[in-house]
């Protein structure tokens, strides 16, 4: 059995990889930490795992990496570079899942985050977790940076059109729209009850952190610098990440033929599926899973792909897919313990 601990584990990420790691048949959970909750039980603070999980909250320290293989860092994006490259000097495998070693550019995450990356250095040696497209260096990887939930589902739906080239690069607008768990558990006026029900508003336009992860890893794919339109929405259900993508297409292509290039494309991934041609994404359809589902459409008359992609922020947003990326740097089948359908209704 494989040891493993999880710094910020009283967060909605670090719950939720604990509500999975329980039940992986391959690991053991060794150290758990928090901040404002240290000293006190796991339980305590999240009563769902009562009965799962009976251990005391401690501080993040270097000892913690050195007791166990693999270290999940649920914590805030800053907090994470400060004690990562103390971390990395055990043989632990680290998966931070905060944005501070998602950016291979030092100088876009200074610009992005309004602070300066405290070790540049180590950008080029993490490996941006989405197995779907770096499955090959995720393995080889001691530290892996999981991706962000809007990226993950935006990535997902577009991977296939921009790497095609059949995409116009310029035309690229996501829409998306996420569950109030996505701003995770610490107090804000936002996302209080009285604020957020009955209520739906955009935010970030413009310049919500996460356009240029997202725009990092589609040029990759295009093989040319390309930029995107990214409007976040913030919905009133819990979880849940529904992406909306536009792109004009260079050529006219026909519903089918585009379905049938987004089914090739993904046809070996367990956790993404391609629904039938006409069909849309629900976020309703992938609660609770590690499944990404992906719905194609064409706009004939404006000759314009409409893509839609849904999944549950805490999953394939977060902890699911660290434990997808756990699983690959183990060895071990990369579905251990996420096979499971989606909870419905
Ligand atoms: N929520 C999502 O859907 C989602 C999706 C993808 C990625 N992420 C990213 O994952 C990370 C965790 O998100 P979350 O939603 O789980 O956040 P959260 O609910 O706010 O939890 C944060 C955790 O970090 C701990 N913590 C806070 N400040 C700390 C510090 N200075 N030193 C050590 N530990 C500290 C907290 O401990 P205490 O409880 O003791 O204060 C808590 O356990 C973030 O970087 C977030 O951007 C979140």
């Given at each position: 059995m494989k040891k493993i601990s999880i710094a910020g584990a009283t967060g909605y990420t670090g719950i939720e990889l604990l509500r999975l790691l329980v039940k992986h048949p391959e690991v053991e959970i060794a150290a758990l930490t928090a901040e404002s909750h240290a000293g006190k039980n796991i339980a305590a603070v999240a009563p769902s795992l009562k009965g799962w999980v009976d251990q005391s909250l401690v501080k993040l320290s270097p000892q913690?990496?050195?007791?166990?293989?693999?270290?999940?860092?649920?914590?805030?994006?800053?907090?994470?570079?400060?004690?990562?490259?103390e971390l990395l000097q055990s043989d632990c495998k680290i998966i931070d899942l905060s944005a501070d070693y998602r950016l291979q550019d030092a100088g876009v995450y200074g610009d992005w985050y309004q602070t300066p990356?405290?070790?540049?250095?180590?950008?080029?040696?993490a490996v941006y977790g989405l197995p779907e497209l770096h499955r090959k260096a995720i393995?080889?990887?001691?530290?892996?940076?999981?991706?962000g939930c809007y990226p993950t589902g935006a990535i997902l739906a577009l991977?296939?059109?921009?790497?095609?080239?059949?995409?116009?690069?310029?035309?690229?607008?996501?829409?998306?729209?996420?569950?109030?768990?996505?701003?995770?558990?610490?107090?804000?006026?936002?996302?209080?009850?009285?604020?957020?029900?009955?209520?739906?508003?955009?935010?970030g336009l413009g310049d919500h952190r996460h356009t240029p992860e997202i725009e990092q890893e589609l040029s990759g794919l295009a093989g040319q610098q390309l930029t995107v339109t990214f409007s976040p929405h913030l919905m009133p259900m819990t979880r849940g990440l529904l992406t909306t993508a536009y792109v004009s297409l260079k050529n006219a292509i026909d519903l089918q033929t585009l379905h049938d290039h987004f089914?090739?494309?993904?046809?070996?991934?367990?956790?993404?599926?391609?629904?039938?041609?006409?069909?849309?994404?629900?976020?309703?359809?992938?609660?609770?899973?590690?499944?990404?589902?992906?719905?194609?459409?064409?706009?004939?008359?404006?000759?314009?792909?409409?893509?839609?992609?849904?999944?549950?922020?805490?999953?394939?947003?977060?902890?699911s897919?660290?434990?997808?990326?756990?699983?690959?740097?183990?060895?071990?089948?990369?579905t251990t313990g996420l096979d499971a359908p989606p909870l419905f209704p």
């Open positions: 913690i990496a050195q007791e166990c293989d693999v270290l999940f860092l649920a914590l805030p994006h800053t907090t994470s570079m400060k004690h990562v490259p990356h405290l070790n540049p250095e180590l950008l080029s040696q393995k080889k990887a001691q530290l892996v940076a999981n991706p991977a296939p059109l921009v790497q095609q080239d059949w995409a116009d690069s310029t035309s690229i607008i996501l829409d998306s729209k996420s569950g109030v768990s996505g701003a995770g558990r610490k107090l804000s006026q936002g996302t209080q009850f009285c604020e957020a029900n009955e209520s739906v508003a955009a935010y089914a090739k494309f993904y046809k070996n991934e367990r956790f993404v599926r391609v629904l039938e041609a006409g069909q849309y994404a629900n976020t309703a359809h992938v609660a609770g899973s590690n499944f990404c589902d992906i719905g194609v459409q064409v706009d004939t008359r404006n000759q314009r792909a409409i893509v839609t992609s849904a999944i549950d922020n805490l999953m394939k947003g977060a902890s897919q660290a434990i997808q990326n756990m699983n690959l740097m183990l060895g071990i089948d990369e």
